[in-house]
């Protein structure tokens, strides 16, 4: 059974703080994405990876930073949290990019920024 | 234009009637078009997608695409209260894809 895995469902921080998300996937995938999902605006798409220590801006990166040490890994960085990045984040993994069948998400970690 | 719409709902219906769910796009260069369902505090899990245009069935889900009208449609069938979630179309091309922003949709028993 594919698995991605994301390290908090649930996570409260103050403002300014550094909050890290965790994603990790057991499916040996290439690429690796982190999206947020805000009522009335949707799935919106922060950063991908497609290799090790690669990354690319997504639609919305302002205000994050990513890193991806290891191939299963990539973490999501809000190096000074703000009121304006409570929200669901989603991570999801493929081995295809742009192919549907081959993409899945993880539950997704509600953050709230206080 | 946005690239995607979609009617946020939320979409009520009673158990057992057909649900039509839909989405416009305005890039002609979509090749894949998806259909996610999302249950509450769940991510999202891809339903079914097509290529190009056309229908595919699977059960009591039928996705059809009409790139003439740039209009895609999830139908489903004698719905269950087990099918209320959120449903987000989405699209693709040249590797990146588009995320409609979701129908919620309820089923009442």
């Known amino acids: 059974d594919v698995k991605v895995t994301q390290s908090s469902r649930y996570l409260v921080k103050r403002t300014g703080e550094k909050v890290f998300l965790e994603c990790v996937q057991d499916?040996?995938?290439?690429?690796m994405f982190w999206y947020r999902q805000d009522p009335g605006l949707g799935l919106r798409l922060i950063y991908f990876?497609?290799?090790?220590?690669?990354?690319e801006k997504g639609d919305i990166p302002e205000g994050y930073s990513v890193s991806r040490e290891k191939k299963e890994r990539f973490s999501l960085i809000l190096e000074s949290a703000s009121t304006n990045q409570t929200s669901m984040y989603l991570c999801a993994s493929s081995l295809v990019m742009g192919a549907p069948d081959t993409q899945y998400f993880g539950p997704g970690t509600r953050l709230t920024v206080l | 234009q946005k690239e995607v719409e979609q009617d946020p709902g939320p979409l009520s219906v009673p158990e057992g009637a057909i649900v039509s769910l839909n989405c416009t796009y305005s890039n002609s260069a979509f090749q894949y078009f998806m259909w996610y369902r999302q249950y509450s505090r769940k991510g999202p899990e891809l339903l079914m997608y097509?290529?190009?245009?056309g229908n595919k069935e699977d059960g009591r889900f039928t996705a059809q695409v009409d790139k003439s009208s740039k209009y895609i449609s999830l139908f489903i069938r004698d719905s269950q209260p087990s099918d209320s979630a959120t449903y987000l179309c989405?699209?693709?091309?040249?590797?990146?894809?588009?995320f409609g922003k979701g129908t919620r949709l309820h089923i009442l028993p």
């Open positions: 097509t290529y190009s245009s």
């Open positions: 990876s497609y290799d090790v220590k690669m990354k």
């Open positions: 499916m040996d995938h290439e690429n």
């Open positions: 989405a699209m693709s091309a040249e590797n990146k894809i588009i």
